[in-house]
């Protein structure tokens, strides 16, 4: 265990504060022209767009605005998605590899000119972004990647030496990328939207979606919201028509917030040795420089306990800057497309005013933006040059049909070790701030002992598809390895796509 100054609980800086103002949630029946289901960078900028094209928009979140996923990012603004344009042309082809960075640089404009238009002070830097190895054995990588950037005429070049000493073997260079303060460019977004008469609901969960030339949105308190398009911004979708569930995959990665001895000298970067990933970039925290350090990567609901990787981050910032101040610690949630680009667009070919944006892989400030701008031309009934490539409605034999196999092997495999697994804790044997599974009255359960010494049980089974969640302590939640669900030590949902929280399960005096 290091001498760690490490944050009792984990918290994104960009929430603190919370720039958002609170809004209610729904309460009567209401009839509008778009519902746009998640209030992140995705459903606030889809909603904005469409909000200035005259529609009637009404944004619901099942939680806080800009709580979820892009409450947790990195805030890369970037076109620089690991080693993925060779990978992107062997099974795309030019012509798509091409659209894919064309499509994210155009994504980095849109932010960068809304931002000028708009007068929004969000820490917006142009910053070069790196890609680079520490492994003799990964510099055939960045190699053959730097050919692909040549092919692609991505401006960009391999290179010995970076500016931030990291041990590197070789790096690979993309110029004039950016990056900024996530939530406060948001923000302003909203007031814009609302200002074009736009409506906001928190707090509003949505379970269902009746089918029809005018869809129905329908809330967990059996509300509805009659429209003529959804579009489904909620990470995972919440409604699910094409089969998504088998069709992605959840990564959690970890970030620390910290402030260095040694001076940062400039420039985003992302190692690319599998699994010590490492991702760097500044940021400034009440005027002064620190530096947010994450990796770690991991399916949800598996490996080590968690917090070790907040400490292995920790170590590697430490020896690589010093500390003079650790501020803040979060984790992010990520899903995954088999191909690895996102799905952005209508929901299947027989749903055409169902849209969805998922699968953003890490990488959803620019994905995001694509999947505001594809979305809303769609809507509008305009041509997208981009709507090929993302279409929910693709499937790639090479890698996908591998991968599907794979991947619903292994969610097959997960619902029958969660359920024959053998755990031998019993609730009162928790100590205080510690959680596990349990076994009540011969049940398989989720226990959870807080600091002042309650205790909190809840069913250990997933609300979506019945996969048996698995601790986590780093973050104090309960998280599914099949398809990413999240819940409190209290089985509420924190991140989807279950709807429904944990059952409770109440014990007798003599077990506490």
């Known amino acids: ?79 620089q998605h690991d080693v993925i344009y060779d990978e992107l042309i062997q099974h795309f082809g030019t012509a798509e590899a091409e659209s894919y960075y ?24 142009q910053e070069d972004a790196y890609l680079y190895t520490i492994d003799d054995a990964n510099k055939a990588k960045l190699e053959t990647e730097a050919k692909a950037y040549q092919t692609l005429g991505i401006k960009g070049s391999y290179m010995d030496k970076l500016p931030l000493e990291l041990g590197e073997k070789a790096g690979l260079v993309m110029p004039s990328q950016a990056r900024f303060h996530p939530l406060r460019y948001l923000q302003k977004l909203l007031d814009e939207f609302v200002s074009l008469g736009g409506k906001v609901f928190e707090n509003t969960t949505v379970v269902d979606i009746e089918e029809g030339h005018h869809p129905t949105v329908i809330t967990r308190e059996n509300l509805k919201i009659t429209c003529q398009d959804v579009v489904l911004c909620t990470h995972f979708p919440c409604y699910d028509k094409g089969a998504f569930f088998a069709r992605l995959h959840a990564d959690r990665s970890y970030v620390l917030a910290i402030k260095p001895e040694k001076v940062y000298p400039g420039g985003m970067y992302l190692s690319i040795d599998s699994p010590a990933t490492r991702s760097l970039r500044e940021v400034t925290i009440n005027g002064e420089q620190h530096v947010l350090v994450g990796g770690q990567s991991h399916k949800t609901g598996k ?22 101040a650790y501020l803040y610690r979060w ?47 769609l809507i509008m009934e305009r041509p997208n ?128």
């Open 102 to 125: 064309l499509a994210n640089m155009s994504a980095k404009k849109f932010i960068e000119n809304t931002i000028h238009q708009l007068a929004i002070d969000c820490d917006f830097k």
């Open 303 to 324: 490996g080590v306990c968690t917090m070790q990787h907040y400490e292995v981050l920790e170590q590697f910032a430490r020896d690589t800057f010093g500390i003079k």
């Open 1 to 79: 265990m290091l001498n760690s100054q490490i944050p009792i609980y984990p918290e994104p800086y960009w929430r603190d504060p919370n720039p958002f103002p609170e809004f209610p949630n729904l309460k009567e029946d209401l009839k509008t022209d778009v519902v746009v289901v998640g209030a992140g960078i995705a459903g606030i900028t889809t909603a904005y767009l469409l909000a200035k094209e005259g529609k009637n928009i009404i944004l619901v979140d099942a939680g806080r605005v800009g709580n979820g996923t892009t409450g947790h990012t990195t805030a890369k603004i970037t076109a």
């Open 385 to 512: 040059p981009y709507e090929k490539l993302y279409t929910p409605s693709r499937f790639q034999a090479d890698p996908s049909l591998r991968n599907a196999v794979v991947q619903n092997l292994d969610v097959a495999g997960t619902l029958l070790a969660g359920k024959v697994g053998l755990t031998f804790k019993e609730p009162k044997d928790l100590a205080k701030d510690e959680g596990a599974v349990v076994m009540v009255d011969g049940q398989r359960c989720g226990g959870y002992r807080d600091s002042d010494g309650d205790l909190h049980i809840v069913d250990s089974t997933c609300t979506h598809m019945g996969c048996e969640v698995e601790w986590n302590h780093g973050d104090r939640t309960w998280d599914c390895p099949c398809h990413g669900s999240r819940f409190s030590t209290d089985g509420e949902v924190i991140e989807g796509p279950a709807e429904r929280p944990l059952g409770k399960v109440a014990l007798e005096v003599e077990q506490r």
């Open 331 to 377: 984790s992010a949630q990520d899903l995954i497309t088999l191909d690895k680009v996102p799905y952005i667009g209508r929901m299947t070919e027989k749903h055409r005013n169902i849209y969805i944006a998922t699968g953003f892989r890490k990488w959803g400030m620019s994905h995001s933006t694509i999947s505001a701008l594809l979305i809303t031309d």
